[in-house]
């Protein structure tokens, strides 16, 4: 089964991530989550994980204060289904599942911005700052960066500056 996650809501809108057998997706604000959601306040460090398997997919909540929910029933752990939405903090994603027909999953989602720009996963795991994820990259600028690092007061790592190790603080 192939899976597609959409993020509807906030400045993450438009941002799929695509998973294949043997992949999962932790949602989170946090930099350990492969989904950062950095404008999204009631969202947990690792809110929420969605792995993908042959037979289908299944979310989990992973112990988030706010909980995970699917058509208004927050749930702890279930199947999801094609057209499926649900809500992690305040964060809506749709699910769209497909048959697949490739070869053996790589460790980590494929991940496409709304302007359907590539953007590499190992860029939201150097960007530490909780507030920059690396599908925001491909779609802010750095003014709408600081804005945004200015609301939730927090610092700002430019597009074309390094990450730096002592912003590798969780968020919880």
């Known amino acids: 089964m192939l899976a597609i996650l959409e993020v509807q809501t906030g400045l993450l809108e438009g941002v799929k991530a695509e998973l294949t057998?043997?992949?999962t997706c932790v949602v989170g604000r946090g930099a350990q989550s492969s989904l950062i959601v950095p404008d999204d306040r009631y969202l947990s460090g690792r809110h929420c994980s969605i792995q993908c398997q042959e037979d289908g997919c299944v979310l989990?909540?992973?112990n988030s204060t706010n909980g995970t929910w699917l058509n208004d029933q927050r749930?702890?752990?279930c199947k999801l289904l094609d057209g499926d939405v649900f809500v992690a903090g305040t964060t809506r994603l749709a699910v769209q599942l497909r048959p697949h027909h490739g070869s053996a999953a790589t460790p980590r989602p494929h991940f496409?911005?709304?302007?359907t720009t590539e953007v590499d996963p190992r860029v939201a795991q150097q960007l530490a700052s909780a507030t920059i994820a690396g599908s925001i990259r491909a779609r802010y600028s750095n003014e709408d960066l600081q804005r945004l690092a200015e609301q939730e007061q927090t610092e700002c790592i430019p597009l074309d500056?390094?990450?730096?190790?002592d912003q590798d603080e969780a968020v919880t």
């Open 21 to 23: 057998p043997g992949q």
């Open 60 to 62: 989990r909540d992973l």
């Open 75 to 77: 749930v702890q752990e």
């Open 112 to 115: 496409t911005a709304a302007k």
């Open 161 to 165: 500056g390094p990450a730096r190790a």
